[in-house]
Each structure stands twice: as C-alpha cells, then as structure tokens.
C-alpha cells in the first residue's frame, strides 16, 4: 500500500506537481539542462512509485492520459505553420522510417539471443508492434496473435511500461554523447530551427514575459472546443481509436485558417508543455520495476536488448543518412511511445516546428504498427 492512495486524487496530484515543479526547477542547474527536465522527472516520479510513496496505477493516471494529453495537443499546434511542417515532415518521415527499421532489428536480435518460451514469435510481434505504435497496438497485436492468457497480458505490458522509462532516459541522454552530437549535428539545438517569427518566445516554454490572463483564457477555450468537436467527429464516422489524429488536424486547420483568432492567445505553448510534463510524470509512475521480476524479466530484457539495438542503428543511419540529431530523437519518440510523448519531448526541448510532424508520424505508427508485428511474428516462425 503506497503512502499516497490511488483515490486521493488531490494529495496525488500534489506530488505529481511537485514532481513536474522539481524537473522544471532542475532544468534551471547545469546538471538539469545536460538531462532535461523530462528525464528527471520521469525518474523522480519512478523513484516515488517503486520506493512505495505514490502508487503505480491510479484513475489520475488514466485522466491524465485520456483527458490533459489530448486537451494539450491543440495548445501545442496554434502556432504550427503548415508550410514549416511541410519543409520538415520529409526528414521526419525518413527518421521515422529509420526508427521502424531500426525496432525491427533490435525485435529480431532480441528474440535470437533472450528465449521467451514457445510464444516468442508471438510476445516478439505483439512488443515490437507496441514499439512501432502504441498499446492499442499490443493489443491489437495480441489479439491478432492469439494470445489469450492474461498473465501474458499482464507480463508484457508491465515490461512495455518500464521499457519505455528506460527507453527515454537513453534517448535523452543522447545529446550528451559527444559523438553523437558530432554524427548528427542539430540545427534546432543550436537555436536555428524553424519555428515561425511569431511564436519566437514559444522556443523557452518557461519563459519569463508578461502572462496575459485573457489570452491564455482564450487559448484554453479554444483547445476545448477543438477536443469537443474532434471527439463529436470521431463519434460520427466511427473512428474514435482516431480521436488524437482528428484533434491534431482540427487543430492545425485552427491554426492556418483561423489566425486572427489565433493571435487573440497567449502563453498556449507554455501551457501546453506544463500538461505534457504531468504526462510524463504519470508514465514514471506506473514504472513498477517489482512486477518485471519473473513472467515479465524476460520480456524486459528482450525490450531492453531491442531498444539498444534500436538506439545503435539509429544513430549509425542517422550519420550515414545526415539526419538531424533534434528530428531522429522526436522521430524514434513517435515510434517507440507514439505521438503525446513526441510531442512532449519537442515542447520540452523548444522545437516548437517538430510537435506536429511528431505527432502526425506518431499517428503513421499506430496505421501500421499491427500490420508490421503480425509480419515479424510470422517471420519468427509464428
């Protein structure tokens, strides 16, 4: 029993905010801007969990991520320029198709060398099509897959969770390796991205200007009302497993087609960026590291074998194909966690022209994430 109960929603909620104040406040010290913000609150946040101070499930949990993430997509894309996103989802897409290739071949390396009984094929398909898209894909997948026993279930997605901490904390360690920076040199790390003159202040989400209380009134309004109307959309066509992409279109026309309403909001990114920091918050969280230990341990470590390859070949691809460090982080993100963490991470860093084609591939590998496990469970032997 954690310290801080499930139902207490209001002292949980308190010290998942003090979690997200605590890695805002670090990315302030030299040591905090070297790790960025979300990867020490994402460890802080697994450290409450594991040490038993908050809990690793909780319905705040599922609000967060069926509720705040969604709500903060539009606040993170009002100023997105479809003429940027234009310019920059070439090379997103071939990041991206970089990062499927590259969990393709750390799946395949993982299951010759970890055994994870006679449904390997199987476990390896449904992992690595979560891996490629999200957990409607495990799912999906496993269903697919014909895995029926619970225990299955429960292993792998337990693993998926705490592969997926880990899996961050090596990708945002990433620009802090020397060679990597000189692989892939980022024009968005050296202040020179894209983001359109307008939203110049965007590129610190902490900024210290003026808040102006009626625009960000506006701008909540706003990203609101684009979440109503996407998710009366998704209920008219019968396409709710698609709320997130009709959210993201809905708000990029916003932004295109309706400026002048657009530039009535103020401090939308920086509110957008704070909500996506809970998320992240919330994914440390349900890390539980004790339930990897026996079903789950070998699962975990084909996880972790697959995304160390994944991260190998990434960054191997990325120098021979010149890719840019800033677009292959956010492009194995949509990959390997989907669009919200994409975009989290861009809004973290400041790549403000990188939050819509993150998330927009992130959508790319929930379309095919299913499709390429099933393949690969049949490849395996299936």
Same mark, same amino acid.
């Given at each position: 029993?954690?310290?801080?109960?499930?139902? %207490?929603?209001?002292?949980?909620?308190?010290?998942?905010?003090?979690?997200?104040?605590?890695?805002?406040?670090?990315?302030?010290?030299?040591?905090?801007?070297?790790?960025?913000?979300?990867?020490?609150?994402?460890?802080?946040?697994?450290?409450?969990?594991?040490?038993?101070?908050?809990?690793? %499930?909780? #319905?705040?949990?599922?609000?967060?991520?069926?509720?705040?993430? #969604?709500?903060?997509?539009?606040?993170?894309?009002?100023?997105?320029?479809?003429?940027?996103? =234009?310019?920059?989802?070439?090379?997103?897409?071939?990041?991206?198709?970089?990062?499927?290739?590259?969990?393709?071949?750390?799946?395949?390396?993982?299951?010759?060398?970890?055994?994870?009984?006679?449904?390997?094929?199987?476990?390896?398909?449904?992992?690595?099509?979560?891996?490629?898209?999200?957990?409607?894909?495990?799912?999906?997948?496993?269903?697919?897959?014909?895995?029926?026993?619970?225990?299955? =279930?429960?292993?792998?997605?337990?693993?998926?969770?705490?592969?997926?901490?880990?899996?961050?904390?090596?990708?945002?360690?990433?620009?802090?390796?020397?060679?990597?920076?000189?692989?892939? #040199?980022?024009?968005?790390?050296?202040?020179?991205?894209?983001?359109?003159?307008?939203?110049?202040?965007?590129?610190?989400?902490?900024?210290?200007?003026?808040?102006?209380?009626?625009?960000?009134?506006?701008?909540?309004?706003?990203?609101?009302?684009?979440?109503?109307? %996407?998710?009366?959309?998704?209920?008219?066509?019968?396409?709710? %497993?698609?709320?997130?992409?009709?959210?993201?279109?809905?708000?990029?026309?916003?932004?295109?087609?309706?400026? #002048?309403?657009?530039?009535?909001?103020?401090?939308?990114?920086?509110?957008?960026?704070?909500?996506? =920091?809970?998320?992240?918050?919330?994914?440390?969280?349900?890390?539980?590291?004790?339930?990897?230990?026996?079903?789950?341990?070998?699962?975990?470590?084909?996880?972790?074998?697959?995304?160390?390859?994944?991260?190998?070949?990434?960054?191997?691809?990325?120098?021979?194909?010149?890719?840019?460090?800033?677009?292959?982080?956010?492009?194995?993100?949509?990959?390997?966690?989907?669009?919200?963490?994409?975009?989290?991470?861009?809004?973290?860093?400041?790549?403000?022209?990188?939050?819509?084609?993150?998330?927009?591939?992130?959508?790319?590998? =929930?379309?095919?994430?299913?499709?390429?496990?099933?393949?690969?469970?049949?490849?395996?032997?299936?």
């Amino acid at each position: 029993m954690p310290l801080i109960a499930a139902d %207490s929603t209001f002292a949980l909620s308190a010290a998942i905010m003090a979690v997200v104040a605590f890695g805002m406040w670090a990315e302030r010290t030299a040591w905090g801007r070297n790790l960025g913000g979300p990867l020490v609150l994402l460890a802080a946040a697994m450290a409450l969990a594991n040490l038993g101070i908050i809990p690793h %499930s909780a #319905p705040l949990y599922g609000t967060v991520a069926g509720y705040l993430v #969604p709500f903060a997509i539009p606040l993170l894309l009002l100023r997105a320029d479809l003429r940027t996103i =234009y310019t920059e989802s070439g090379a997103m897409l071939l990041a991206f198709g970089v990062a499927v290739g590259a969990t393709l071949a750390g799946a395949l390396v993982g299951a010759a060398v970890i055994d994870m009984g006679e449904l390997e094929p199987r476990i390896a398909g449904t992992v690595a099509a979560s891996y490629i898209g999200g957990s409607l894909n495990f799912v999906a997948t496993a269903e697919a897959l014909g895995i029926k026993d619970s225990a299955i =279930y429960v292993a792998g997605l337990s693993a998926d969770a705490a592969g997926a901490v880990f899996f961050l904390l090596a990708l945002m360690l990433l620009p802090a390796l020397r060679f990597v920076r000189a692989a892939m #040199p980022s024009r968005h790390m050296e202040g020179t991205g894209s983001a359109p003159a307008e939203s110049a202040s965007a590129a610190d989400p902490r900024g210290a200007g003026p808040f102006d209380l009626t625009g960000a009134a506006t701008g909540l309004a706003l990203s609101l009302a684009v979440c109503a109307v %996407s998710g009366w959309l998704a209920r008219l066509f019968g396409i709710e %497993s698609l709320f997130i992409l009709v959210v993201t279109v809905l708000a990029l026309a916003v932004a295109n087609f309706a400026k #002048p309403l657009v530039r009535r909001v103020s401090a939308d990114f920086e509110l957008g960026t704070l909500f996506m =920091y809970v998320f992240f918050a919330c994914i440390g969280a349900g890390a539980n590291l004790a339930d990897v230990v026996g079903a789950a341990f070998p699962i975990l470590l084909f996880i972790l074998v697959m995304v160390a390859v994944h991260l190998v070949v990434l960054v191997a691809a990325g120098r021979l194909l010149r890719l840019d460090l800033a677009e292959v982080m956010i492009a194995s993100n949509a990959c390997i966690l989907g669009p919200a963490p994409a975009a989290a991470l861009a809004a973290s860093k400041g790549w403000q022209a990188l939050v819509a084609p993150g998330i927009l591939v992130g959508m790319l590998g =929930y379309a095919v994430g299913t499709f390429v496990g099933v393949g690969l469970a049949a490849l395996l032997g299936l």
